[in-house]
């Protein structure tokens, strides 16, 4: 049974740091694409970042690029999303999800697209 397992999450001030972690069981981790989405009330889930298996490809949204950082351990199942300068904006529940079929440039932000899902982490970032 493939599983994802998100934790991490928290309340941050704007311009602090957050690492969320996504420890996954039941498939071969790095034969999977990786992603991050997150959902904020009253918005449609986006994609925050994904990392193809064997690091070939990460994508970002713009709005985190060079802020947050997607990578994973392949030695303990894990991804992770390392966030930076925080802001207000970035409060959501985050998901992870995984993908056999490695997303291009075009669709790594579909979530339609991914199978398997985590249950979510809550980060919350106040003024």
């Known amino acids: 049974e493939v599983q994802l397992v998100e934790s991490g999450g928290g309340l941050v001030q704007a311009g602090g740091s957050l690492r969320l972690s996504c420890a996954a069981s039941?498939?071969?981790?790095?034969?999977?694409?990786i992603a991050w989405f997150r959902q904020a009330p009253g918005r449609e889930r986006e994609g925050v970042a994904c990392?193809?298996?064997?690091?070939?490809?990460?994508y970002y949204v713009d709005s985190v690029q060079g802020r947050f950082t997607i990578s994973s351990d392949n030695a303990k199942n894990t991804a992770y999303l390392q966030m930076n300068s925080l802001k207000p904006e970035d409060t959501a529940v985050y998901y992870c999800?995984?993908?056999?079929?490695?997303?291009?440039?075009?669709?790594?932000?579909?979530?339609?697209?991914?199978?398997?899902w985590g249950q979510g982490t809550q980060v919350t970032v106040s003024p």
């Open positions: 999800a995984a993908h056999l079929i490695p997303p291009g440039a075009s669709n790594w932000a579909d979530d339609w697209e991914y199978p398997y």
């Open positions: 039941g498939f071969t981790f790095d034969d999977y694409a």
């Open positions: 990392i193809t298996k064997r690091y070939t490809r990460i």
